[in-house]
Each structure stands twice: as C-alpha cells, then as structure tokens.
C-alpha cells in the first residue's frame, strides 16, 4: 500500500497501526504485544551492547581511535551528570544512567529515517504495518518508567529501613497532619513513572505525526519542511533522552537520601 491508494487518513492511520499479536485471541487488548516495538528495542540494545563490547576490547592509552573518543566523551557526560546529581554511594547508578540515555537516544534516532522505508521493506515479508520508533509506544516507555520506579522504591526500603516510615507520616506537613502527608507522597510517588513515561511518549509520538503528514505532501515539497524539522528534531531527541536520564538520577537520588 502507498500513499497514492489510499486516502491522507488512511495514510495516517496506516503509519500508526503496530504489528500486534493478541496472546490471548477474543480477550481485547489488554493481552496484545506489539512485536515491532520489541523487535527494534530488543535489537538496538544488542546492537548497542556490541558496539560497546567491541569497544572495551580495542580500548588502548595514549593515543584512541574516534571510536574511543567518541565513546569516553559520552561517559565522561553520563558521569558528570551522576556526579552533580546523584549524592548516593551505589555504583548501579552511573551504568544505569549510561543505558538509559544511549539506549532511548538511538530508539528516538529511528524517527530520523524516511517514513514509508521500514514499512515498505516489511511490506515483502507480508508485514504492512511495522512501527520503528519504540518510544513513540507508551507501552515501551511505561515498561522503561515502571522499572525506574521499582528501582525507587527498592532503594528507598534498604537505604531508609525505619525512617521511611517517619518520612511518609511526618513529610511535608509535620507528624499532626499524618493524614495529609501519606496520601501527598503516594501521589508524590506515582506521579513519577507517569511523568517519565508520557513525556517521553508525548514527544515522540508528535514528532513521528509531524513527519507523517510531511510524507503526505508532494515529494517535490517534501525536502525543506521536512529537512527543517529532521535538524529540529535532532535536538528534541536528544532532549528527551537527557531529560529522561537526569529524572532517574534524582529520583534514584532521593530515594538515597535520608534527610
């Protein structure tokens, strides 16, 4: 199918189906697994994971290829950012934070490439609807936040044991408003994966319908709204997969931090 046969609706609508599998077939949706966002998260991480495996083995001192250099300055950042942000003493942190930004940074990337590509190539394996930006599916970006968050909680039940519990009755009000400050720090704590999931998803997901309707114009005037937008959205991927970083390392940080 192309956008010459169908209508801009169908275009569109198109564009955002997912190549889904219902686990449970006649239950709804709440049991379908949408195999495209799997399929690209899964490879981009042992893609990713290579690279730097490869990496690590060629490492030399003195005088690094580009590769190496490439590789350090992006540590070297992820690292600085622990540094200011991050006041606990687990090394999970740093590592964390490293895979977090790479990792939703390239899923973001696959927003970059020409809309009908992918799509086009899986229409010769009989597949006519592939999606290849995971992050632009709240369920990728939920499953992200969700972990983040039971790493928060696990964190604030081992480093805090007791105090935890004289945190929630006395904070932010004092021990006489008790009744206010646990349902304050439950919406407090919830409120976090949420905020990490539909910020990611939100503008991922705008960017991708951006270039949808892009696509939906005459190819001769496709190069500069669209070439304008790839060198905004550069930007804006990059953002989101920082912002998402920097969130984790203080809200790891909080959960740290005892006083």
Same mark, same amino acid.
């Given at each position: 199918?192309t956008?010459?046969?169908m209508?801009?609706? $169908? #275009? ?12 449970q ?26 690279? =730097?495996? #490869? ?14 250099? =490439?590789?350090?300055?992006i540590i ?28 939703? =940074?390239c !899923? ?12 086009h ?12 930006? +995971? ?5 990728? &970006? =939920?499953? !992200?936040s ?7 909680v ?7 044991? !007791?105090? *935890?519990?004289k945190?929630?009755? &006395?904070?932010?009000?004092?021990? #006489?408003?008790?009744? *206010?400050?646990? +349902? ?11 905020t ?8 991922m ?7 949808? *309707? ?9 190069? *500069? ?26 809200y790891l940080? !909080?959960?740290? $931090?005892?006083?």
């Amino acid at each position: 199918m192309t956008a010459e046969v169908m209508t801009s609706g $169908e #275009y569109i609508q198109h564009h955002l189906d997912h190549l889904t599998v219902n686990l449970q077939p006649g239950t709804g949706g709440f049991w379908s697994v949408n195999i495209d966002t799997l399929t690209v998260s899964i490879l981009l991480a042992v893609s990713l994971a290579a690279f =730097f495996r #490869y990496i690590a083995v060629k490492i030399q001192s003195g005088v690094p290829g580009r590769l190496q250099n =490439f590789v350090e300055i992006i540590i070297g950042f992820v690292q600085d950012a622990v540094t200011q942000s991050y006041h606990g003493k687990s090394p999970l942190i740093a590592p964390l934070a490293l895979v977090v930004f790479i990792w939703i =940074f390239c !899923m973001n990337l696959m927003d970059l490439l020409p809309v009908d590509l992918i799509p086009h190539i899986m229409s010769f394996f009989g597949i006519h609807h592939f999606k290849n930006v +995971p992050t632009a599916d709240p369920n990728a &970006t =939920f499953a !992200m936040s969700i972990s983040v968050f039971v790493l928060i909680v696990f964190y604030n039940i081992t480093v805090k044991g !007791m105090h *935890l519990g004289k945190e929630i009755l &006395t904070k932010p009000f004092g021990p #006489y408003l008790f009744f *206010l400050n646990v +349902p304050f720090r439950i919406i407090e704590e919830v409120a976090k994966p949420f905020t990490l999931a539909l910020r990611l998803f939100g503008n991922m997901f705008a960017g991708e319908l951006i270039f949808i *309707l892009i696509a939906l114009m005459p190819w001769w005037m496709q190069w *500069l709204p669209g070439g304008i937008w790839a060198i905004f959205h550069i930007l804006i991927i990059t953002i989101q997969a920082f912002i998402f970083m920097m969130l984790t390392i203080v809200y790891l940080s !909080m959960a740290h $931090e005892s006083h």
